[in-house]
C-alpha cells in the first residue's frame, strides 16, 4: 500500500514540475549543461521537462509494481534474457 502512495506522490510531483516549468526557470535559473546539450530550442524548460516526464513514468512503473518487469525488459539486450 505504500508502495502505491509513493509512486502517486512521484507522479504527482512530475506531473507539477512538467506544468508548473516556467515557476521553476524563473525561481531555481537555467541549468547550463541543458543549454550546453539541448542548445536553443529549449534548453532549460525542456530539461525541466525531461526531468518531470522521468518522474512521472517512475511513479507509473512504481504504482503498477512494474519494477521488475522493466528493468528486466530495460536490460534484457544486455544480460540476454531467454
Known sequence: MSQIIIGI???????YVVIKTEWFLNNFGRI?????KLGSEGG???????????LITLGIILTTGS?????RWLLAPLLKYN
Open 9 to 15: 506522490a512521484i507522479l504527482a510531483v512530475g506531473a
Open 32 to 36: 547550463s549543461w541543458f543549454e550546453a
Open 44 to 54: 532549460s524548460r525542456l530539461g525541466y521537462k525531461l526531468i518531470g516526464v522521468i
Open 67 to 71: 519494477g521488475d518487469n522493466f528493468m
